[in-house]
């Protein structure tokens, strides 16, 4: 079972600032697209942000995050990050990564597009 490690969650106060880390053993990275997805309790996942496999890369913002939260990557770590800044309590919840093959300029914004998947990585946003 191919797996990514997501780490990085906790809890922070409004305004504060978390940076998440996407990690694999199985594979590399830079091949693949990787998109991070949240679920608040008694909501659907939702996306947040992706970004393309290296070379021509793009990357996506959910509206909600937009101006807050930037992904970047480290290929020379096998790496995918999700700074984040400004944190709102809507930003509460389970944080997944995901990977699945990846064409250049593109990502894909919608979960059953990915193949790989993190067990998830709790963000508490609390005062």
């Known amino acids: 079972q191919v797996q990514l490690v997501e780490s990085g969650g906790g809890l922070v106060q409004p305004g504060g600032s978390l940076k998440l880390s996407c990690a694999t053993t199985e594979f590399t990275l830079e091949y693949y697209s990787v998109g991070w997805f949240r679920q608040a309790p008694g909501k659907e996942r939702e996306g947040v942000s992706c970004?393309?496999?290296?070379?021509?890369?793009?990357?996506y913002y959910a509206d909600s995050v937009k101006g807050r939260f930037s992904i970047s990557r480290d290929n020379a770590d096998n790496t995918v990050y999700l700074q984040m800044t400004g944190l709102e309590s809507e930003d509460t919840g389970v944080y997944y990564c995901a990977a699945t093959w990846g064409v250049p300029n593109y990502c894909a914004q919608y979960a059953a597009s990915y193949e790989f998947w993190g067990q998830g990585t709790q963000v508490t946003v609390s005062s």
């Open positions: 970004i393309s496999r290296s070379g021509d890369t793009m990357s």
